[in-house]
């Protein structure tokens, strides 16, 4: 490809003339915007240590009574895309939140998609559009676009858990903003008993849930068991999706989840996607490679890798497996059109 003009190849005059009125030259910029063969990435790879989180985290709850805060979140922010901005990549934000016991963070519903990855205590509940979702380790718990949802906590120990939200794209539409609410009463029971079993569904009266978000709650206990089943068969990648149970879609429009069990002293190596990636260290250790960076995660670290790179997991343990969360926005490219795997 050969190069093109540039800015200041042009008469100054001729510049101040476009600037006066809102024009702007396209071909000093083209290769920019449209670099050839592959995107150029803000997102940097990074990884975040629990142990350094926890103890700022635990400091926040000193220095910020919930009063003061309404969700009390350290933001796990990506350096490439400026600390400010609040992202990991181009359309995830990773936050760590801390509720203490006696604590709750008020009702309120918004635009952007949240769900809640539990890394520890007991005790603590999100209430999500009137279902109480008990927070226990590796819970997975979903905050839907518009649906009521508060915390609360019974318990007597810091409960502290990973949020990932689809703000950054949210809010780059100009599509994010929230509704404050009242508290809310309960008013059904778990989901998540509801589809504790893949192949069969209620159907009261013979009639299929119309929820666009049936499943509110993915209980850990049970995705480790489907993982720990999984493992007992020949397939190579021990991988499960969080889905809507209802119709077997992402559980969610614009991120997508799964879980992956890496057998111990595995290596798993994916190709290269054109999605970003965050890994979520839920049990175990293991190492997270790309390029010329490696990160080793021990539980409840965190690290974002950009999309378009192969990826290389390692279980670091011989003898125990390793669970890792993984986020990325393949349902949102997909939709769009842009997702691409690359072998
Ligand atoms: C939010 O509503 C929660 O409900 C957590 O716990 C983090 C970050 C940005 C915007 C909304 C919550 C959030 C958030």
Not at 3 to 20: I, K, V
Not at 53 to 69: N, Q, S, V, Y
Not at 92 to 98: D, K, S, V
Request: glycine content about 8%; overall charge negative.
């Amino acid at each position: 490809m050969h190069e093109l003009g540039r800015l200041e190849d042009l008469p100054e005059s001729y510049r101040a003339d476009l600037t006066a009125r809102n024009l702007v030259p396209l071909w000093p910029s083209l290769r920019a915007v449209l670099p050839p063969g592959k995107p150029t990435s803000r997102t940097q790879p990074i990884s975040w240590s629990y142990a350094d989180i926890r103890p700022l985290l635990l400091k926040a709850g000193e220095l910020t009574p919930m009063e003061k805060a309404e969700r009390r979140v350290l933001v796990l922010a990506n350096p490439g895309h400026g600390l400010e901005k609040m992202q990991a990549s181009s359309t995830i934000y990773l936050g760590m939140q801390l509720l203490l016991p006696g604590e709750w963070a008020p009702s309120h519903r918004h635009t952007p998609n949240a769900v809640r990855m539990i890394v520890e205590g007991k005790g603590a509940y999100t209430t999500v559009e009137g279902e109480k979702c008990p927070m226990e380790r590796g819970d997975l718990i979903l905050t839907p676009t518009g649906l009521w949802h508060e915390h609360g906590h019974d318990g007597n120990e810091p409960v502290v858990w990973l949020d990932v939200l689809d703000l950054p794209i949210v809010y780059y539409m100009e599509a994010s903003y929230v509704t404050p609410g009242e508290r809310q009463p309960i008013t059904s029971a778990g989901s998540d008993r509801a589809y504790q079993r893949g192949g069969v569904m209620p159907t009261p009266m013979f009639t299929r849930s119309a929820n666009a978000f049936p499943m509110l709650r993915y209980p850990w206990a049970d995705v480790k068991a489907t993982l720990q089943g999984l493992a007992t068969t020949a397939t190579e990648a021990v991988q499960v999706s969080y889905v809507n149970p209802e119709t077997g879609l992402d559980a969610l429009k614009i991120l997508g989840f799964s879980a992956l069990m890496l057998r111990p002293g595995q290596t798993l190596n994916l190709p290269a996607r054109s999605t970003a990636m965050v890994f979520h260290e839920i049990e175990g250790s293991a190492s997270v490679s790309a390029a010329d960076q490696s990160f080793s995660l021990k539980e409840a670290d965190t690290c974002c890798i950009p999309g378009y790179t192969p990826i290389t997991l390692s279980n670091l343990s011989a003898d125990q497996p390793a669970f890792i969360f993984i986020a990325d926005d393949a349902p949102l490219q997909k939709k769009l059109g842009v997702y691409e795997v690359r072998s």
